[in-house]
């Protein structure tokens, strides 16, 4: 059964750090491609961060460019997003993706953990 179950979430205080994990299940992790995004109240959900299905390449949104580092460990199948310098604009669900684009495009989604940065 393919899952991806993301923890790490809660609340921080402003200019906190905080590291999310998303840990995969039931799938060949190495072989795709991982994002993480975010959903604030009353928004649409919109991407943070991605790294490739080896690690090497990477991608970050402008508003998180500088405070955020999404990484990889294959052999736990596990993907991270450390997240630094955290702000109040930063609160949201916080959401990890697999997607592999083959013949046809595999994409799972986990089930979301809240981050809330506030004093």
């Known amino acids: 059964q393919v899952q991806l179950v993301e923890s790490g979430g809660g609340l921080v205080q402003p200019g906190g750090s905080l590291r999310l994990s998303c840990a995969a299940y039931?799938?060949?992790?190495?072989?795709?491609?991982m994002s993480w995004h975010r959903q604030a109240p009353g928004k649409e959900r919109e991407l943070v961060a991605t790294?490739?299905?080896?690690?090497?390449?990477?991608n970050y949104a402008d508003s998180v460019k500088g405070r955020f580092t999404i990484s990889r460990d294959n052999a736990k199948n596990t993907v991270y997003l450390q997240r630094n310098s955290l702000n109040p604009d930063d609160t949201a669900v916080y959401y990890c993706?697999?997607?592999?684009?083959?013949?046809?495009?595999?994409?799972?989604w986990g089930q979301g953990t809240q981050v809330t940065v506030s004093s």
């Open positions: 790294i490739s299905s080896t690690g090497y390449s990477t």
């Open positions: 993706n697999a997607r592999r684009v083959a013949i046809l495009t595999y994409s799972y």
């Open positions: 039931g799938f060949t992790f190495s072989g795709y491609a």
